[in-house]
């Protein structure tokens, strides 16, 4: 059929008449040449695109063999600097400061955790363990670094408010407390809960000042007692003396008594 | 590979959790996430009645997860070396296999 075809269109050989289209088109597979699944290409097509395919160029040397290159992750973004001094300031500036593992919680709990921690002067802050791991490593607080895993919250006030603290945990029981730092003393969850149970500092003040000048109180009464008691002896000496000579005449008794001291 | 937080655990059969762990020590990470995990809303929604307790000590034990169960029995899971996925995998197929059980259980009563 092709090559009838091409014997009709070329116009040399012998046609029966010029321009002589053939009656019966022969196709083979019955579609056009845009159809919208994938047609196969022609033989000729085919070969061609298997001659003209791309080969990567490879390069001389493997890169295996060479020496790794160090991918220096030096990414500190101006954002990453700003949470990081962050983070130093709350260590520097407050007093106590508290950790708590943090489980998801709903949004109305949060809030009034918050309305009720702010209370008492204590701010609830959300941290990222990525930047506060390498500001503790640098301060000297290395043992708080095994506490950042996981979600956590920090809890930080300028006074040191344990046991109202600790009521309003009670409340939350998402927020489980790990530990604290008071006054640059690392607390476990039991020594917080010792520290709250501790009486107010002017309280204990008092109590040692009171404890200690008891004892100089009773020293100088120490040290008297002695004159003292002879003082009240003689006292009572001299009464029963004036009380017996105006009971009977005994002259040489007071003589007596004052010669024999 | 799964994240730890699309595994789904239905908690029905379950009656109480307690994980204790000791913050200061550093192979608490995997039972830390566990809670994290457990204490998701959605998982939280499959039973309401599910108390889940955290027993945070500094004397230098291992972490645990205890679970008890509402037919009476434990589960301990030593999270020391396991994984999270793999304590909520092992936690979330024993929940299955009793959801089955409880099922079967009540197909038998009412037929």
Partial sequence: APASKMAALSGGGAPWRRGWLPALQLVRCGSKAVTRHWKAMHFQRQKLMAVTEYLAPRPAVPPRCLAPRKETLEEDNGYVRLLRRQVEEVFRDNRMIAVCQYNSMPGEDVVLMRHYLRKHNIEVKFVLNEIVRPVLSQSKYKNLLPLFVARNILLVSREAKAKEMLRVLKGVPQINLLGACIDDTILSRQGVENFAKLPLLEAAQGQTVGALALLPSQTSSLLQRGSAHLTALLDQHIHRLQAGETGSPAEPAPAQSSGAH | ?111
């Fill in chain 2, 1 to 111: 590979k799964k994240m730890a937080s699309k595994i789904r655990v239905v908690l029905r059969p379950v009656k109480s959790i307690v994980v204790r762990f000791c913050p200061f020590e550093s192979n608490v990470e995997s039972t830390r996430k566990f809670l994290g995990c457990i204490n998701h809303k959605k998982i939280q929604a499959t039973n309401r009645n599910c108390e889940v307790t955290a027993d945070v000590r500094h004397d230098g034990s291992e972490p645990l997860v205890d679970v008890m169960f509402a037919d009476g029995e434990r589960l301990i899971m030593k999270g020391a070396n396991l994984t999270t996925i793999e304590m909520l995998t092992a936690l979330g197929s024993r929940c299955d296999a009793k959801e089955l059980k409880e099922e079967q259980k009540s197909k038998k009563k009412s037929p």
